[in-house]
């Protein structure tokens, strides 16, 4: 059974750092793109980052380019996304998704990407 599993969302203030992972077990990603997409209540859920698992080859929404890096541990089967500067407009509900197999281009959309993890939230003051 594939599981994602997210950790290390929080209370934080504006221009704090957090870091978040992605666990994931059940299967290897090696050939996918993975990615975080996050979501606040009532909208849809928003593309932030992604990486090609094998090649590292990474994709970032305009509203985080500059402050968020994403990134993977490939003998710890995690994925992370480190946030610095943050806003509270970043406030939401973060995903970290798996696509099964390489799709090509890599895309933040929802629809390109199989697995899903549970989510954690971020909360960020002002």
């Known amino acids: 059974q594939v599981q994602l599993v997210e950790s290390g969302g929080g209370l934080v203030q504006a221009g704090d750092s957090l870091r978040l992972s992605c666990a994931f077990s059940?299967?290897?990603?090696?050939?996918?793109?993975m990615g975080w997409f996050r979501q606040t209540p009532g909208k849809e859920r928003e593309f932030v980052a992604a990486?090609?698992?094998?090649?590292?080859?990474?994709l970032y929404a305009d509203s985080v380019k500059g402050r968020f890096t994403i990134s993977r541990d490939n003998g710890k089967n995690t994925l992370y996304l480190q946030m610095n500067s943050l806003k509270p407009e970043d406030t939401a509900v973060y995903y970290c998704?798996?696509?099964?197999?390489?799709?090509?281009?890599?895309?933040?959309?929802?629809?390109?990407?199989?697995?899903w993890g549970q989510g954690t939230q971020v909360t960020v003051s002002s």
């Open positions: 998704a798996a696509s099964n197999g390489l799709r090509l281009p890599m895309t933040g959309l929802t629809n390109d990407y199989d697995y």
């Open positions: 059940g299967r290897s990603f090696s050939r996918s793109t």
């Open positions: 990486i090609r698992w094998s090649a590292g080859a990474t």
